[in-house]
């Protein structure tokens, strides 16, 4: 025979595995965002081999070795250019780079 406090604490554990399933389910409801409202739909990068000049750029006219020039992030900025920010040896430097190549300016940020 069980007692009082045998079937409550039954009642609490079915209570409990049923509100954790429910909230499981409800969880995998939930729809992903369109691509329009994920992040970086609106943002292109520059690409890698863009990113690479403008770090050796920035390597030479900090003076460093260009393995201490690495690109943190980047952005187009018009049709024809994009602007890389780069660690420089410890200090943030930006760099303009149009999609042929050419490195239009290195300067601190």
Known sequence: METGRQIRMRHW??????SIVI????????????????SRTT?????ADLQ???AGAAAKAGGV???KALPTSSRRLDAKSFQVELNVAGKPTSCIVDSDGKVASVQPA
Request: charged letters at 10%; proline letters at 9%.
């Open 65 to 67: 070795d260009s393995g």
């Open 43 to 47: 943002v292109e990068t520059a690409p």
């Open 23 to 38: 909230t499981t389910v409800l969880a995998a409801c939930q729809s992903a965002p369109t691509p329009d409202q994920m």
């Open 52 to 54: 690479l000049l403008c």
């Open 13 to 18: 554990a079915v209570c409990g595995s049923a």
